[in-house]
Every structure is written in structure tokens, then in C-alpha cells.
């Protein structure tokens, strides 16, 4: 009780300051481009009603995503963004009873089966039918006996006929036509009276006409058309009168055909265009007894056809556009016993009337009167009359209405005036009106919505707006700020400088005058400024440096040497240039005298170094990089920043072939890296520097093919990568500790996954990575400590197969303790997040968008002590540069901070168990590589100091500090301190600093008895 005493009197000492103070999670820094110059269409095709709502596929800012509309604005937003940093495009659209279904794609499972009802809550995965990330390919979908039919594969069969009654066990294979991988892929499913007809593929038929009442039993062929294996060709389906009419090529060509599912009633109703080219019949639309179509013939163009279901009674209805003229009649609607339409003619595209005979069959109003087109389509029914639109002089294109006579044909309102008008498009009936996109307001074919009146005609939403995007990146530390390049207004690309608020944020300087800018690039820090590649016109790419100040950003080279892959390098940096000998390794001090090349590795224009693929490493005093020079080929060089100390490290491959060393890693204070030497193959290698200590660490893969290992990340004093061993398990997590005994297997899923094992961060504890064991995750969150076996799933955040962690995001986060990293989630969408490591220590830090739904876009994260930069798109402002500050927001977190000493062990590492969340009892303050068996001292303060102890030690807890009870270390050299927090609110964002101390005697660096830890900054929070 008296340490929790103590604990708690520097923990109340804040209470008087943070009460009350609320922050935002995320704040955006700056808006640096605020517009681009033109207005995009969000792409609506059609809406889809279901209670009262309607669904639709919308592409805007999120991409190509389902949204919905009860035809209000307050009404119209996005369902969900199930694919975040892309498109889902949803397809394939059908309502079911209170439901629309439909596919998409989203990440880990591919392009599967969804369902609304149109609210957040109610958008769900129906079922994963072909599990994993690999599509169903789900076809033709409709509605039969209360059922949702299409075709889809489940990867074991091929395509066949499915149902769906909306659930995941409801959703089944329900005809297998032809059992095997190969499928009979159905198609054109068309629901006639109890039948539902289709073309499928059976082996030795083709390709032909089945139908089926829904059971296996009752699925038969209906007629095999072009006997033998080929199969006939089908288009066009539609019902007709409890028949079916279709457009089949059963080897002369396109051509109406009917069927009263017999093989004797399955026949040719006419072969209008005689040949192998064929009619090519469309839009079969009934009219009574008689359905009207569009088919063409050589003579006549495209024209306007009719049948009554027999051969005698098919027909062309005339040739209303002269000789071989098309007159292209669509828009079919069925209206008061005629159909309405459109059709071109010598008078343009006009709307047109029909009951079936040639005498009935007439213009029923020219609304561009003359020769000139009234470009009339988009044919609905809406109420007691058809709604469509046509185009007219001083109007341009408008709704309009009819009540099937001239007198009652007339346009609606001059909704835009002037040409060239309203545009609508998609016309679907809803609420007594239509919705439609169309130009309204600021939008560009934007979902509309019109009751036939002006004050009933509005623009619902602008889903995709005019919104300029800054695109920040290279966010770099430069002393209390933080640098970054972004493309201002009217500037273009320059580079800019933040203290992470809006007023903090400014360019730095306008290199390039003009809206193209210098385009700063390959930004790193060295000796207290930001160096980089910009092009200020006339002289090409040059070296630069700055300090964040206009006067002093500095072009220290002149010549457009077009520097790359800049690497710090003490005081000063290294990085290839191109002048007269080509692309070769140069060093500069910042000034133009002391920058050159340091050697002509390749003599000739050639160069060693191949741009854009620099990979410079600094390991103690040498900088290791590869580089051919013509007779070795690509082999490790050197140098120590010198011309006489620049050389080749060793020749691994002799002769020109040269070891390609690639994935350059400093670890232990020597150069790891792969490299491709016979017989081994492309294997981990180490290097001294010279050629002696330059070997191969383990032939991981015996053979030829080796074990190409990749990503190597250092974390927890270990060298973590991804190779393929011999054992057949394929790609694995490896951990090295540099020797061959040492490089271990570190996980054995095999999950039968490509990649499984990708974006390996490093941090403090251990290594992060994404991973999917095939247990049903999908690509997660997992972790482990570098002890074969510790890998572990810390969180799936997107429930079921779908895909959480969003790849190429992780980041080391709070000075390396834990890892920050975009994810989405089904309530949230895509949002920032946070681990330690465990599931209740895996949190998601920011609150973008609203249900459903966060950041369109989320990318170029840097994490600078307790604040992360990073560009983001919330759907409103654009691509532009944000901060999220752990303590502002109140986050609970631990933040190593300073450096320790150390004793005979070495350095003391200070950690924590848990986070410092409120109510969490069992938080623990924690110190690990001390002697075994000793004394270890624990203080705590409430703000952090850095005050030189001598012999390299600092005390890093203020004034006045808090001596806690001391601690015995175990055998291992740790201890841990317990600090429970306790569920109080008002304590959210105070903030202890800790140290420890450890005996050590005659050895320890402070006093010579004491070893000292680092810091580490204990904020509590949520």
C-alpha cells in the first residue's frame, strides 16, 4: 500500500491541470491544396430500391464502394468502405425480398457474395463461397422460388449453379451439372413460370440450353442445338407469355429462338440474317401477345422487329431508317398495352410508339423538332405516366414526361438551364419520382433525385468533390520540428516544415517558382539539418541542404549530378551522382568544395551504380554499398569517406558475374546482407570489411536455389528475416543471433498461402509482421520474441478471412516500443492503430469518417516520440499531412527515452508488462539484463531530466524523484516493480518517468558500482 501511495501522490500532483482537457485524436495539420482544377463524376450506374432506400455503386473519394439514399441529403452516404485505399466495386446488384445483393471485393477474400438492407449494420458477407483471397466468380444472379440462383465456384468445383436464402449455411451448391474443377459455368439465368432457364456445359454436349425447377432431379436439357461437343452460342434472354425467347448461334449466326422447355418446342423462330454473321436480336420486350426486338440485317441496318412466338408471325416492322441506315430502337418500356421507346430516324433519335403491328408503329413526338436529335432515352415508369429524357435547343438535356399521347408529351422543367442541362442519367422510380445522376449544383453526375418540380429537384450528394491532394511525404525530424514535401497551392512540390499545428506549418522555400515546384526528394537527416534532391529549373536535380529556414536552404551542388539514395554518414552524407563518369558513389560535407566523388569504380560514362537502386549501409566507420565495376560484377564495396579508403570488399563470384549483395543490414557492428554464391545459392552472409570476414552465415537451403531470404529487420538484439529452409514448409520467419548455430526457423505454419509472411517491423520487443495461417484469419496482426514457437495472431481485427492490417503501413511507433499501422475494420473502416504486442494492448487511436467508414487513404507514416506524421485522406480535405499526439489524445502508452550505462552485463533495458490503461491492476514497470542476484532501485518522478553523472551516465527522472522499494533481481538479471493504475478518469493523460539503478560492484559505469537504465515515460490513459 505505501508504493501505491507513492505512485499515486506524482499522479494526482497532475490532476489540477488535465482536468477537462478533451483533444482530438487526429488533427490535420494543414490544407495545402485545397482544389484541383476539374469536377469528377462519382460513376453512378443504376439505383436499386429495397425498403424504402435505394442502393447503389457510387465512385468517389473511398473508390468504388455500395451507398444508399432514402432521397434527402441528410439521407445519401456511403454503406461501408469495404475496401479502404481502394475499390470493392460492387456488381451483380438483385433484390431479395427486404435485401439487395450483390459482389465485391475486398481484401483476403476476394470477390464474394454481400448483402444490405440498406443500413451499416445491416451490409454483411453472405458467405466466402471460394475461401480465401481467390474470387467465387459469381455470374447472372436472380431471383427463383424465393431463392437467390447465379453461377460461382468454390475452387474445388467449377462453376456451377448456386443458391443463397441471405445466410451463410443457406448458401450452397445447388446443381452440379459437371461435377469435377471444370464446371459447366452457367449463364443468362432467366426465371420463366416454375422453370428457371440458363446455358451450361456439360461434357460432350457444349455449351447449351438447360433449365431447372430448383432440384437436381428436375434439371434437364432442354435442347441440344448444335449437336456434338462444340455447343451453340447464347445472348439475350427475356420471358415471353410462359415461354422463353433467346438469341442463339447454332452455327448460322446470331438468331431469334424460342422455347417451351421441350427439345420439340425449342426451335428458330426466323433466320433473319441469313450467313454466319447472324441478326444479332436484342431487347425482346412483351406486348401482349407479341414481343417487340431490335435485329439486323445487311439490307436494312438495325430495325425494329416483331414475333408472336411462331415463325410465320416474326417479322421486320419496317425500315425506318431508309436502306442500310441503323435505327437502333431501345429503351424499351411496356406502357397502357404499346411499348414506348426510342428510335433513330431521318427526324434524329426521337421517342416512338408500338403495339406490335406495322400500322401502330409510329413517332410519337419529335421534342428536337426537324432533322436535328432529341436525343430521347432513358425510358421509365414513374407512376401513371413514362419519364425520360431528350434534348432541345436553349434546354439542352432534360426530363420529361408522357402519358403515351402527343398532347400529353412535355418536358418537365428547364431544371439547368441552358445547354447543356440537367444530363440525367440511370432514371429510377422512387418515392413518386426518379433518382438519377446528373449535373445539379457543384456535382458532375452525382446522385439526384426529382419529384417532376424545380423545388423537388435537388443534388443529394457531391460524392466524389473537387479536392485537391498536397500528397505529403518525407516527414523528417529537424530539431523541435518535423520536415516533409507537399504540393502547395499554385507552388507545386517544395519543401515544408511543421510544429504539428496549422499555424506551425509553412514552406520552407520555393526552390522552384511555379506550379511544377522542385520536387524534393530522397530527404535524410545529418548533422542537425535535412539534405535532399531538388530541381530548380535550368540546372537539373542538385544536392540541398537546410535547416528549415528560407536563408539558410543551401544548393550545394550545381551541376545537376542528380543525387540518390542520400545516406547519413557522421557529419556528413553519402550518395550516388552521375557527372562524366557516370553513376558513382560521392560524399559531401555541405559545401560545394567538399563535396566529390570519391571514386570512378567503373572508368567510363556507365557508372557502377544502377539509379534508384542505391543501398548504402553505415556500419561503425564504413559505408557499405554494392557497385559493379565492369570486371567483377555487382560485388560489396566500402568506404570510409575517403577515395583511398573506398574499395572492394571482396569478389564472392570471380569473373563478371559478380554475388548481387542485396538487403544491406547493420547488426552487431557488422554489414549483414544476401548475396547469390555458387553452390550455395542466394544466401545471409557477414562482413567485417575486408575480405577474410566476409562468410557466409548458414546455407539455410542446401543447393543451388538457396533460401532468399528477405526483409532483414533488427529487433531485440536479434536479426530477423523470411527465407525458405529445406524442410518443405516453404517461406518462414528466421531469427539469427549471426552465427550458424544461431539461425534459427522461427515459425512453421504451412498454411499453403503465397507470401504468407510479409511487412516484418522491428521493434524494442520483438518482430511484427502480417500473416495468414489459413485458420481462417486472413492477414493479420501477429508477433513474436524471436523464440522459436512465441510467434503468435495478436488480433483479428477483421473478423473472419477478411484482411485487417492494411500491408506496407507498420511502422515502429513511441521510440521503437510498438508498432503503429493502418488497419480497417467493418464498423470503422480504415484507421490508425497502435500494438504492444497483445490483444487489450491493440488499439485503434483515431476516428475518422462516421459507421462504416474512416479514411479513404492512409500512407507515409513516421513516428517522432509520442506524435506520428502521416499523410491521409479523410474524404473531405484531400491527401494531406496529419499529426496524432498520444498525449494530447490521452492515449496510455510508455515511451523509452535517453540512454542508460552499463555494468558487466551491459546496458540495462528498462520495459514495462501491459499498458498503463486505467483499471489495469496488474501494470508492471520492469528493468532485464542486470546481474543475477542483485539489488535493483526503481525511481519515479513527474517530469523527465537529462543531467550528466559522469562516466557516460545521466539521471533522466527529475527533481524531486521518488525512490521506490528496491528489488532483488532472478536469476535470469530482471525484476519487475508492480504499479497498479487505478480506474479513476481524472488521471487519463499524467503522466511518471522512470529509471532504474542496479548494483554492479566494480563494474558499473555510474560510481563504479551502479549501472543505469534509459528512461521511460509512463502515460496513463485509455
Same mark, same amino acid.
Given at each position: ?28 495539420? &494543414? ?27 457510387? *465512385? ?86 424465393? +431463392? ?195 428510335? =433513330? ?42 419519364? /425520360? ?55 458532375? =453526375? ?37 520536415? /516533409? ?289 489459413? *485458420? ?131 546496458? +540495462? ?11 489495469? &491492476? ?101
Amino acid at each position: 500500500m505505501l508504493l501505491v501511495r507513492q505512485v499515486l501522490l506524482v499522479v494526482a500532483s497532475f490532476s489540477a491541470i488535465a482536468t477537462g482537457n478533451t483533444l482530438l485524436a487526429q488533427n490535420l495539420i &494543414a490544407n495545402l491544396r485545397s482544389a484541383t482544377g476539374g469536377q469528377p463524376s462519382s460513376g453512378i450506374d443504376t439505383f436499386y430500391v429495397v425498403n424504402g432506400l435505394a442502393v447503389f455503386d457510387a *465512385s468517389g473519394r473511398f473508390g468504388s464502394e455500395p451507398y444508399v439514399t432514402d432521397g434527402t441529403i441528410v439521407g445519401t452516404s456511403i454503406l461501408r468502405d469495404l475496401m479502404p485505399d481502394g475499390s470493392s466495386n460492387p456488381a451483380n446488384f438483385t433484390v431479395l425480398g427486404n435485401e439487395v445483393f450483390f459482389t465485391a471485393r475486398v481484401p483476403g477474400l476476394g470477390n464474394e457474395l454481400w448483402k444490405t438492407d440498406g443500413t451499416v449494420a445491416g451490409t454483411v458477407l453472405v458467405k466466402d463461397i471460394r475461401a480465401g483471397a481467390s474470387d467465387s466468380a459469381i455470374t447472372d444472379p436472380v431471383v427463383f422460388n424465393g +431463392l437467390l440462383w447465379f453461377g460461382a465456384t468454390d475452387g474445388i468445383n467449377g462453376p456451377e449453379l448456386w443458391s443463397s436464402d441471405g445466410t451463410e449455411a443457406g448458401t450452397q451448391l445447388a446443381i452440379d451439372l459437371w461435377p469435377g474443377g471444370f464446371g459447366s459455368s452457367p449463364q443468362h439465368l432467366t426465371v420463366v413460370g416454375s422453370q428457371l432457364y440458363f446455358k451450361a456445359g456439360v461434357s460432350g454436349v457444349g455449351s447449351e440450353l438447360h433449365r431447372t425447377d430448383g432440384t437436381p432431379a428436375g434439371t434437364v436439357l432442354v435442347a441440344d442445338l448444335t449437336p456434338g461437343p462444340s455447343g451453340s452460342a447464347f445472348d439475350e434472354f427475356a420471358e415471353f407469355n410462359g415461354k422463353l425467347l433467346f438469341s442463339c448461334n447454332a452455327g448460322d449466326g446470331m438468331e431469334p429462338y424460342i422455347s417451351d422447355g421441350t427439345a420439340a418446342g425449342t426451335f428458330r423462330l426466323a433466320d433473319l440474317e441469313p450467313g454466319a454473321s447472324g441478326s444479332s436480336p436484342q431487347f425482346f420486350t412483351t406486348i401482349g401477345s407479341r414481343a417487340v426486338f431490335s435485329a439486323t440485317t445487311a439490307a436494312t441496318g438495325r430495325e425494329l422487329f416483331v414475333t408472336d412466338g411462331t415463325t410465320g408471325g416474326t417479322g421486320m416492322l419496317g425500315d425506318f431508317n431508309p436502306g442500310t441506315g441503323d435505327s437502333l430502337p431501345r429503351d424499351m418500356v411496356p406502357y397502357g398495352g404499346v411499348v414506348l421507346f426510342s428510335m =433513330y430516324t431521318p427526324t434524329g433519335r426521337e421517342l416512338w410508339t408500338t403495339d406490335g403491328t406495322a400500322a401502330n408503329t409510329y413517332e410519337l413526338f419529335d421534342c428536337n423538332p426537324g432533322t436535328a436529335s432529341g436525343a430521347v432515352a432513358e425510358l421509365v415508369s414513374v407512376g401513371s405516366n413514362v419519364w /425520360f429524357t431528350a434534348y432541345q435547343p436553349g434546354y439542352g438535356n432534360e426530363l420529361w414526361t408522357t402519358d403515351g399521347t402527343a398532347a400529353g408529351t412535355a418536358m418537365l422543367a428547364d431544371f439547368v438551364a441552358g445547354n447543356p442541362g440537367l444530363g440525367a442519367e440511370g432514371l429510377t422510380p422512387f418515392n413518386g419520382g426518379v433518382l438519377f445522376r446528373g449535373a445539379l449544383g457543384a456535382g458532375a =453526375y452525382e446522385p439526384c433525385f426529382s419529384d417532376g418540380t424545380m423545388a423537388g429537384t435537388y443534388l443529394l450528394a457531391d460524392l466524389d468533390p473537387s479536392t485537391g491532394d498536397s500528397s505529403p511525404r518525407l516527414f523528417r525530424e529537424l530539431g523541435n520540428e518535423v520536415f /516533409f514535401v507537399a504540393n502547395g497551392d499554385g507552388t507545386g512540390s517544395e519543401p515544408y516544415k511543421t510544429d504539428g499545428t496549422m499555424a506551425g506549418t509553412t514552406m520552407i522555400a520555393d526552390i522552384y517558382s511555379g506550379a511544377s515546384g522542385s520536387t524534393p526528394d530522397y530527404a535524410v537527416a545529418a548533422n542537425g539539418e535535412i539534405w535532399f534532391n531538388a530541381n530548380a529549373g535550368g540546372a537539373g536535380d542538385n544536392l540541398y541542404r537546410t535547416d528549415g529556414t528560407a536563408a539558410n536552404t543551401v544548393m550545394v551542388t550545381v551541376n545537376g549530378e542528380a543525387p540518390r539514395g542520400l545516406t547519413a554518414f557522421g557529419t556528413k552524407v553519402i550518395f550516388s551522382a552521375s557527372r562524366t563518369n557516370g553513376r558513382e558513389p560521392w560524399i559531401s560535407d555541405g559545401t560545394l568544395a567538399g563535396t566529390f566523388e570519391l571514386l570512378d569504380i567503373r572508368p567510363g560514362g556507365t557508372g557502377s551504380i544502377v539509379a534508384a537502386s542505391e543501398n548504402f549501409c553505415v556500419v561503425g566507420g564504413l559505408c557499405f554499398f554494392t557497385a559493379n565495376d565492369g570486371a567483377t560484377g555487382k560485388e560489396l564495396w566500402a568506404t570510409d569517406g575517403t577515395t583511398a579508403g573506398t574499395y572492394r570488399v571482396a569478389d564472392l563470384v570471380p569473373g563478371s558475374g559478380g554475388s548481387a549483395p542485396g538487403s544491406l543490414t547493420a547488426y552487431n557492428g557488422e554489414l549483414y546482407f544476401t548475396a547469390s554464391v555458387s553452390p550455395s545459392g542466394n544466401e545471409l552472409w557477414k562482413s567485417d570489411g575486408t575480405a577474410a570476414g566476409t562468410v557466409l552465415v548458414k546455407d539455410i537451403r542446401a543447393g543451388f536455389l538457396g533460401s532468399n531470404p528477405k526483409e532483414l529487420q533488427v529487433a531485440n538484439g536479434l536479426l530477423y528475416m523470411t527465407a525458405t529452409g529445406s524442410s518443405g514448409a516453404g517461406e518462414q520467419v528466421w531469427v539469427s543471433d549471426g552465427t550458424a548455430a544461431g539461425t534459427v526457423q522461427l515459425t512453421t505454419d504451412v498454411s499453403g498461402v503465397s507470401d504468407p509472411y510479409r511487412d516484418l517491423t522491428a521493434t524494442s520487443a520483438g518482430i511484427y509482421f502480417l500473416h495468414d495461417d489459413n *485458420s481462417g484469419t486472413g492477414f493479420e496482426l501477429w508477433f513474436a520474441d524471436g523464440t522459436p514457437g512465441s510467434a503468435a495472431l495478436v488480433l483479428d481485427i477483421a473478423p473472419g478471412q477478411a484482411q485487417g492490417a492494411i500491408e506496407g503501413t507498420l511502422v515502429p511507433a513511441l521510440n521503437g516500443s510498438q508498432v503503429l499501422f493502418a488497419a480497417t475494420d467493418p464498423d470503422h473502416g480504415m484507421q490508425l492503430w497502435l500494438s504492444d504486442g497483445t490483444a487489450v494492448g491493440t488499439r485503434r487511436l483515431t476516428s475518422f469518417g462516421g459507421s462504416g467508414y474512416g479514411a479513404v487513404t492512409m500512407e507515409n507514416f513516421v513516428s517522432i516520440g509520442a506524435r506520428t506524421f502521416f499523410a491521409a485522406d479523410d474524404g473531405i480535405n484531400g491527401l494531406e499531412p496529419w499529426v496524432y499526439d498520444a498525449v494530447t489524445a490521452g492515449l496510455a502508452f510508455t515511451l523509452p527515452y535517453g540512454s542508460g550505462c552499463g555494468g558487466s552485463t551491459g546496458d +540495462l533495458v528498462i520495459g514495462n508488462v501491459g499498458q498503463p490503461t486505467l483499471g489495469n &491492476a496488474s501494470f508492471e514497470v520492469t528493468i532485464a539484463n542486470a546481474l543475477p542476484l542483485t539489488i535493483a532501485v526503481p525511481a519515479s518522478s513527474e517530469s523527465p531530466t537529462s543531467i550528466n553523472l559522469g562516466g557516460g551516465c545521466r539521471l533522466l527522472v527529475n527533481f524531486p524523484y521518488i525512490l521506490q522499494p528496491l528489488q532483488i533481481t532472478d536469476a535470469a538479471g530482471t525484476a519487475s516493480l508492480p504499479v497498479p493504475i487505478p480506474n479513476d478518469p481524472t488521471l487519463a493523460g499524467y503522466n511518471l518517468f522512470w529509471q532504474w539503478a542496479a548494483y554492479d560492484p566494480g563494474q558499473g559505469a555510474f560510481l563504479n558500482d551502479f549501472a543505469l537504465s534509459s528512461g521511460l515515460q509512463v502515460q496513463v490513459g485509455n
